[in-house]
């Protein structure tokens, strides 16, 4: 089974940008893998950002944007605000299977 | 606005079904184009992808729970189901349910093995 692999933590300053990243351990990440993000704060259930590799729903804040980058999905977090620390997940699908990665606990300080 | 809502025991005896039901309103299981998912968080650690159904009752599941794994779909009363056979203590977990494509999710459910 694969494993799916993001940064354990990254800091960003407010106002900055940062960037996570979603590899997979079969290879290189595409839009067949259908990346999706996700948000978790303390204490609350998970909610989805970003699906398609791409695309926002209407609760998304256009300061978080998703994307392929070298080789993996990427979610870029721009113009942080305190309210965005968080742990962010990815998830790829492999064949309509779906794996969850290790996540990212992104802090804003 | 689509919402979901998990419901079900929350405790298990180690041995026994763990069955839980995601009930949706708002928006019909039927008229969706979407797989509705359940998903897993044991205390404090990452997310688990379980599996997904589609309103016609195609299904996938992860590969490492599949043989303990059911998802179904009840149409006509607009939710879906989960059930996990055999259960032990690391099936211990937030439970939830999501349509991961379509966006909501549930606030999720805890549910405990123990004897």
């Known amino acids: 089974q694969a494993v799916v692999t993001q940064e354990p933590s990254l800091t960003v300053s407010p106002g900055g940008t940062v960037t996570l990243t979603c590899d997979s351990s079969t290879g290189a990440v595409t839009g067949g893998h259908y990346p999706y993000w996700f948000q978790q704060k303390p204490g609350q259930a998970p909610r989805t950002l970003i699906f398609d590799t791409s695309n926002k729903h209407s609760w998304t804040p256009a300061r978080f944007s998703g994307s392929l980058l070298g080789g993996k999905a990427a979610l870029t977090l721009s113009d942080a605000q305190p309210e965005d620390e968080a742990e962010y997940y990815c998830s790829l699908s492999y064949s309509g299977a779906r794996i969850f990665g290790t996540g990212t606990k992104v802090t804003v300080l | 606005q689509v919402q979901l809502q998990e419901s079900g025991p929350g405790l298990v005896k180690p041995s026994e079904t763990l069955s839980l039901t995601c009930t949706v309103s708002g928006g019909s299981i039927s008229r969706s184009s979407y797989y509705w998912d359940w998903i897993r968080q044991p205390p404090g650690k990452g997310l688990e992808w379980i599996g997904s159904?589609?309103?016609?009752?195609?299904?996938f599941y992860n590969p490492s729970l599949k043989s303990r794994v059911t998802i179904s779909v009840d149409t006509s009363k607009n939710h879906f189901s989960l059930k996990l056979i055999s259960v032990t203590a690391a099936d211990t977990a937030v439970y939830y349910c999501?349509?991961?494509?379509?966006?909501?999710w549930g606030r999720g459910t805890t549910v405990s093995v123990s004897s």
């Open positions: 159904v589609f309103y016609g009752g195609s299904t």
């Open positions: 999501a349509s991961l494509q379509g966006g909501p």
